[in-house]
């Protein structure tokens, strides 16, 4: 069965402190992996979308990687409005359907 | 990308009753999806809904209790039958972009609905 499981749960982080996020994956024929970000009481806002093993995209203080069977997320330098529940996102071969993971809940403190 | 908003935004409902819940896109899309996610819990799929035809529903889910309609390329609705408070819950619309099956899906902003 096509899988992703996110870690940590949760994680509190001081401003300026860099941390990594991780994206596990049991899926049969990767197409795509997403990252989205979500604040309280929105909707997920789309980050990165990542296709093959090696393929890195950055954006700001965010850096999302991708192996062949995980993707990180990594925050340089996080600040306060970095606080948020990332998400993560996989499509597979033949059909449109994403398979999210439950998020890391991410904490910034000033 | 594609700009979707859902209304209402929240709303607190009694047992047993339904509401609907409308999500316009600002410009015409081909799939339009209705996800539910629970607290803590990842986004489920509900539907999947294309204009012309009736709604694709995912395991768990039947037309009866979350009935879709979707009359255009840019309209589509959810309504929550017969609700229990297990229905609480947001409730989130998505789209690809244009005439697109693949790629980054754009999400509203979520229909937040406590059933007492």
């Known amino acids: 069965e096509d899988q992703v499981t996110q870690s940590p749960e949760a994680l509190r982080l001081q401003e300026g402190e860099s941390s990594s996020l991780n994206c596990s994956y049991t899926?049969?024929?990767?197409?795509?992996l997403f990252w989205y970000r979500q604040d309280p009481g929105k909707g997920p806002e789309f980050l990165f979308t990542l296709y093959s093993a090696g393929e890195e995209k950055e954006k700001e203080r965010l850096k999302a990687t991708l192996t062949k069977k995980e993707s990180f997320l990594h925050i340089t330098a996080p600040k306060p409005e970095d606080s948020a529940t990332y998400l993560c996102a996989v499509t597979t071969s033949g059909t449109y359907k994403y398979i999210f993971g439950t998020g890391t809940r991410l904490k910034v403190l000033a | 990308s594609a700009v979707i908003s859902q209304k209402p935004s929240r709303d607190i409902c009694q047992r047993g009753t339904s509401l609907t819940i409308q999500c316009q896109v600002d410009s015409q899309v081909t799939m339009m999806f209705w996800y539910r996610q629970q607290p803590g819990q990842s986004l489920t799929l509900i539907a999947t809904?294309?204009?012309?035809?009736?709604?694709?529903?995912e395991s768990g889910f039947v037309i009866d209790k979350f009935p879709i309609s979707r009359p255009n390329l840019t309209f589509s609705t959810l309504t929550v039958s017969n609700m229990s408070p297990e229905d609480s819950s947001i409730y989130l619309c998505s789209a690809f972009s244009g005439q697109s099956y693949t790629g980054e899906l754009f999400f509203g902003e979520g229909s937040r609905l406590t059933v007492l």
């Open positions: 899926v049969s024929g990767l197409r795509g």
């Open positions: 809904a294309n204009q012309g035809s009736e709604a694709t529903y």
